[in-house]
């Protein structure tokens, strides 16, 4: 196990430095110019002095390894240096945003709670929800409460976060008035009003997102339950004279959850991409708004560097999700 | 003794020899949702595609006069409502009829819809196919299908829509531009599942001994793909398929909701509901209309999906 562990870290390696090329050269080939939003009044010789200020003059191959150095070396580097105060990174250059002229990652850093509140929330929502309607769905297959589970995960594949965000400002903000339309940011929470204010411009969001993740993740418990619960083992606990709940929540529950324990690990990356669309509606200023923002910009260091962390974000998924399959079942060996 | 054989096999022969596609149908039918799905998507597409004809309009014709119609059914609720009954979904904030800008946006968001999805079903049929069938071919294309699935798709998609509108445009004008670069953009960004769904078919079908009985009478690999492997992998072709157009009608709606799919004088469904939300605090039925159109469609598909994946299985089929 430790050597697979290992050997796909390692092999992650080449996979990321490849994606990141990709990422790289789409940003290059693509026509978009940094300087096209600047005044057409500036002389074409300024011009050019900004555009080599912004080191856009060098070839990709001088500008490439440059990022990946910035990345994996100095970002890290100034990490440590702010933590322990050591001073690696003395004089080095960081990743700059051609848009706000401040590093990269400071503003990301900015950025990320917010995304991680609302992404997190809703996915823990989202699973808790899931994983009780998955398993009675299977325990009582063809019932009303499966049609209705099956019925709702149907609309949470079908509906789109832009439209199910918007139908519930409709009622909830418009109609109602029970719910702020929009999520404030700047809101601190010191006290129980502000908590509840902060409650309340959460619940929209992080429901929208829920629903996603629960129609997938309910799917995927019921099928899994359903292989289980015809299987040996169970007629042999219950001709023990276990009670159905052991039987159900303990001997199948815990078997089932094996594949779904590494789909949720695969629904993490993707639930950011969601977040792209969830937070342009609420107006929540995360990541996903950063990215918007930064494209319209054509801010490349900006575009690349969330890109990149997302990428990395889903292959360190995916690892995630095969080790814990391998942790979780015994049956399976990497070998 | 073979006389008495035929004799007793004959009234068996009575039953006509049936199309696999009539038993497929015939399932098919028996599943409540898809038929409902199905009957709901031919709808949708006569109604864009043929009323137009019917619905005389021009969806950019403003009339300025005529601006901010409710839709009739607000009579029901309040007797004051501005409605008219020339614009029975009511009109927008310039004038322009919804029912007709509806008609026309969904004749482009299903036009996306359907020829982004071929293309990705060409594409990961091709794939599948050749890393299936070609042992050499495998490794290669199996990794570059695992790296395309580990890229941050929606975001990639963003910055190609950015950065490659404006020279599409120029080339093929602003309609065509952006139409293909939004076909093309949802195409390679979502054959990988077909893929691998396609090559691990094929490589069971390939142990199979009519494969075998082909090899055997010299059948180049060309006419191997073409008449044995290929309709033996429909079915599982068809429901990524129908999978695929949900996913690309989804996918043009966002990236239109997002601001970066076609021009605003040129309606789509997730168009309208992007220009729509700036005033839906006071008009709700102008973000429904659009939203309801997407969400019922992909509704419709998933069920038909969910319906042909069932009738195409041939081990629960006449049940």
């Given amino acids: 196990m430790l050597t697979y562990t290992i050997r796909r870290l390692l092999l992650s390696i080449p996979t990321l430095i490849f994606i990141a090329f990709v990422i790289f050269m789409l940003l290059e080939l693509a026509p978009g110019d940094p300087m096209a939003q600047m005044p057409l009044t500036i002389p074409p010789e300024v011009k050019e002095r900004m555009r080599a200020a912004l080191g856009l003059d060098q070839p990709w191959w001088v500008r490439f390894p440059l990022w990946l150095n910035q990345f994996f070396i100095v970002e890290p580097q100034y990490w440590i240096d702010s933590t322990f105060g050591t001073s690696f990174a003395e004089g080095k250059q960081r990743l700059i945003s051609f848009q706000s002229r401040s590093p990269v990652f400071d503003t990301i850093g900015q950025r990320l709670p917010q995304t991680l509140w609302v992404v997190g929330m809703s996915y823990v929502v989202g699973v808790l929800i899931a994983l009780p309607i998955g398993i009675i769905s299977a325990y009582k297959q063809y019932s009303?409460?499966?049609?209705?589970?099956?019925?709702?995960?149907?609309?949470?594949?079908?509906?789109?976060?832009?439209?199910?965000?918007?139908?519930?400002?409709?009622?909830?903000?418009v109609q109602l008035g029970w719910l702020p339309s929009i999520y404030d940011t700047t809101l601190v929470v010191n006290s129980w009003d502000t908590f509840m204010t902060q409650l309340r411009q959460m619940i929209m969001p992080v429901m929208v997102l829920a629903l996603q993740t629960t129609a997938q993740v309910s799917r995927y418990m019921r099928a899994s339950m359903l292989d289980n619960l015809s299987q040996d083992y169970v007629r042999t606990a219950r001709a023990k004279g276990m009670s159905e709940s052991v039987v159900v929540l303990k001997h199948v529950l815990r078997n089932s959850m094996i594949p779904v324990v590494t789909v949720i690990a695969l629904g993490?990356?993707?639930?950011?991409?969601?977040?792209?669309?969830?937070?342009?509606?609420?107006?929540?200023?995360?990541?996903?708004?950063?990215?918007?923002?930064?494209?319209?910009?054509?801010?490349?260091?900006?575009?690349?560097t969330i890109t990149f962390l997302l990428a990395v974000l889903i292959v360190m998924m995916n690892l995630i999700a095969d080790i814990l399959y391998g942790i979780l079942d015994p049956r399976i060996r990497y070998d | 003794?073979?006389?008495?054989?035929?004799?007793?096999?004959?009234?068996?022969?009575?039953?006509?020899?049936?199309?696999?596609?009539?038993?497929?149908?015939?399932?098919?039918?028996?599943?409540?949702?898809?038929?409902?799905?199905?009957?709901?998507?031919?709808?949708?597409?006569?109604?864009?595609?043929?009323?137009?004809?019917l619905w005389n309009v021009d969806p950019g014709k403003l009339d300025v006069r005529n601006k901010d119609v409710r839709p009739i059914y607000m009579l029901l609720f309040d007797g004051e409502a501005k409605v008219n009954w020339a614009n029975p979904m009511g009109t927008d904030n310039l004038g322009r009829d919804i029912m007709a800008n509806i008609m026309q946006g969904g004749r482009i968001s299903l036009a996306v819809g359907w020829t982004a999805m071929i293309l990705a079903v060409l594409l990961g049929t091709l794939i599948g196919v050749l890393a299936g069938y070609f042992r050499r071919l495998d490794g290669l294309l199996m990794r570059f299908t695992d790296l395309v699935l580990s890229l941050p798709l929606l975001p990639l998609l963003l910055v190609m829509m950015l950065l490659f509108r404006d020279p599409l445009r120029a080339t093929f004008g602003p309609e065509n531009g952006i139409f293909i670069l939004i076909v093309v953009g949802i195409g390679i960004t979502s054959w990988m599942q077909t893929a691998r769904i396609v090559r691990g078919d094929v490589m069971a079908l390939k142990e199979r001994e009519f494969v075998l009985a082909a090899r055997s009478i010299g059948t180049p690999p060309r006419r191997m793909i073409t008449r044995h492997i290929l309709p033996n992998v429909m079915s599982p072709i068809m429901v990524s398929a129908t999978l695929g157009l949900a996913t690309a009608i989804i996918t043009e709606s966002a990236l239109s909701f997002l601001g970066l799919g076609f021009p605003s004088d040129f309606p789509t469904w997730g168009k309208i509901l992007f220009d729509s939300v700036d005033r839906m605090t006071a008009f709700p039925e102008r973000v429904i209309w659009p939203g309801l159109a997407i969400s019922l469609t992909v509704l419709a598909v998933n069920y038909i999906g969910d319906g042909l994946r069932d009738a195409l299985d041939p081990r629960i089929r006449g049940l």
């Fill in chain 1, 144 to 173: 009303v409460f499966d049609q209705a589970g099956t019925f709702v995960s149907m609309i949470g594949f079908s509906v789109p976060p832009f439209f199910s965000g918007v139908l519930l400002i409709v009622i909830f903000s």
């Fill in chain 1, 268 to 304: 993490i990356p993707s639930i950011f991409g969601g977040a792209i669309i969830t937070e342009q509606i609420f107006k929540v200023n995360g990541l996903g708004q950063l990215l918007i923002l930064a494209l319209q910009g054509n801010d490349i260091p900006m575009v690349m």
């Fill in chain 2, 1 to 53: 003794m073979t006389d008495t054989a035929t004799q007793e096999l004959a009234p068996l022969k009575v039953e006509k020899p049936r199309n696999q596609w009539l038993d497929v149908w015939d399932q098919f039918k028996s599943h409540k949702g898809a038929m409902a799905g199905l009957i709901f998507l031919i709808f949708i597409t006569l109604f864009c595609a043929f009323g137009p004809l």
